[in-house]
DNA sequence: CTGAAAGCGCTTACAG
DNA sequence: CTGAAAGCGCTTACAG
């Protein structure tokens, strides 16, 4: 292994000028900055970031806390991996981070199974900053990471905090662009399929829907708006067998995410009820799942990779600046047009 | 932050002792022990891994470098995410990973952007090993590492180096798995939807469906043996199209990965043919997009978490004898059966 | 079984 | 603009 004092001797200067090159300081005159420059290159020479990281109490290393909902079963079944949407952020903090001198340490966490623990990358100060990946998150775990100044940022779909530097989106734009959407194509009426009460942003997307409705005239029943018992496909495949059931038929269906769009798409095609020909479909917080769903979901894009770039950016920036003020930012919503929605006119009748 | 230091006075004993503990070595008394141990939790003592690094040259962290086709454009078509299976089983790593001292540091790595060159992780020496996760990887970059005695392991379902502690698949297997299932449920023929040419697992499927054809007496035809172009799931849709508008009436389908079998089922779909009561498809490499598709996919599953758990097996293995033979490990196929196969005789005509 | 000492490779005041 | 020196927090022979 080649260390500084290797490339000092090289160079005929001192372990100290090297350094400084490195960290490319103003004080080192432009000549000895080409020589060491060289060295450096002749020599293949790479720093060693345990000792830098030693002398400055620095990893280098952004730690990167995936919330998991318990400790991951290996399984096959539908609903095996809800943790699609960290996975897309995720891809955006690598792409931000990829030119950078940061490495990213990775780790799937679960507040639930460790109320009040820190992820394993802080206990271990193995990075400078964490960014913490959708949900659940602890409210200890946080106050603990606020008291130890730890540089932190909130990424998910509903990770905003209050003074902490939070990238999230905004459910309710989303409600209301798909129902914009259906009201153009000439829908009158739709059946939302909520995620459960205990997650807050229902109420927000219920409360886009009703106004929504309201807006456009859309005619509002309660037994249209339902709230699946988990936040699984499964649970909403349920939930659209017992409407379907008890009678209702919606030519339209607007759902919280992607998961529950699929899970009520595949019951209807049990049924043979076709999509979009007889029900359209919209679903939202886009995933990878959306393109591969058949027919293709129509969706309202919450652009995950940009939320994880913008998290990785204010990382960096927090980093920089430890007492700049908070930022946030809200992920801009946008319609994709895939297969699953029609114009209400080009409908044909459910079967008998 | 508190030190070694700080908890050897509190314990009263030397530095070295407490080093002595936390490694622990047997050259230290029960009541000693006891005594540091105990001054450790009081005062939450957690030791810098940057100052161990860089006395014992050791980083405590393993790298883990997925390899990528290309740069990842950010969208969301049909087909933005090949990754899935690498994703897949990067979540057993973390699993294996979870309850060692080891964290681990994760690179998104294209070898065809950078030939020959070397993943961030290992040229800042930042891992004391490396797990290279699916293809395409590079040769030149293979041999560096090797040269360098650099602690490897390889994984992924083409991933078989002589020489290099490998974690992989037989494809061949999941393909008379397959057949088998469909001989059983007594079809007489499938059409194959291969991979494309350049992959050199398409000729081991090839080789187990033709003899496999054989075992069971199916009848073998040349167009019924499709290779996409791509692997993707758009060119299985493209070649399933030019298939069905050839006159190809195929009543059972096997597909060499998920994204192919779900690009088939969408054309499918949009035909207005029935899967399965029409066309059973049965996939491989069972993946996140199998449960989910519509209908859910039934296919041969490789168990992607179990190989990555025993790529990190193997690393750790690796890191404690440096010299021990190399160890393979094929990953067990099998058959999940969901909803894409009904037996041969229940099924329906096709439309006129 | 325990302590004093050197060393890992870098950075950063401090002199010059 | 450059060099000598101390220090970051740990481990590991080496004495005792």
């Keep these: 292994m080649v260390t500084i004092y290797d490339v000092a001797k090289y160079a005929s200067v001192s372990k100290s000028t090297v350094s400084l090159v490195i960290n490319n300081s103003p004080l080192v005159g432009e000549a000895t900055r080409k020589k060491v420059l060289q060295a450096i290159t002749d020599m293949n020479y790479v720093p060693n970031s345990n000792a830098r990281g030693l002398s400055v109490k620095t990893t280098n290393c952004i730690g990167v806390a995936v919330m998991a909902e318990e400790t991951p079963v290996i399984s096959y079944d539908f609903d095996q991996h809800v943790g699609l949407c960290s996975y897309n952020i995720s891809s955006g903090i690598f792409s931000a981070l990829m030119d950078t001198r940061y490495g990213v340490i990775m780790e799937r966490f679960c507040s ?40 932190l940022v909130m990424a998910g779909v509903d990770s905003y ?102 899970g009520a798409m595949r019951y209807l095609n049990e049924r043979h009820v076709r999509v979009p020909e007889q029900v359209s479909v919209i679903g939202y917080e886009d995933s990878s799942l959306s393109g591969y769903a058949i027919p293709a979901l129509t969706s309202v894009n919450i652009h995950k990779e940009l939320m994880g770039q913008k998290a990785a950016e204010f990382l960096l920036r927090r980093l920089k600046h430890p007492n700049a003020e908070p930022s946030y930012f809200v992920a801009p919503a946008e319609l994709v047009r895939r297969d699953s929605v029609i114009p209400a006119a080009q409908q044909i009748p459910f079967p008998a």
């Design 112 to 151: 639930v199974d460790n109320p009040g623990e820190l992820p394993d990358v802080v206990r271990n100060r193995r990075a400078d900053g964490l960014i913490i990946v959708g949900a659940p998150y602890d409210r200890k775990m946080l106050e603990r990471l606020r008291e130890q100044r730890f540089p």
């Design 161 to 262: 905090e209050e003074g902490v530097d939070s990238v999230y989106a905004d459910p309710g734009e989303g409600v209301r662009m798909g129902m914009d959407y259906l009201a153009e194509q000439g829908y009158r009426e739709a059946l939302l399929i909520n995620c459960p009460r205990t997650t807050p942003s229902s109420f927000t997307r219920l409360d886009a829907y009703i106004s929504s409705a309201a807006a456009h005239g859309f005619t509002v029943r309660p037994e249209w708006i339902v709230n699946c018992e988990r936040n699984t496909g499964q649970s909403a495949y349920d939930r659209m067998k017992a409407c379907w059931e008890a009678g209702i038929r919606p030519r339209a269906i607007i759902a919280a995410n992607g998961h529950l769009a699929i």
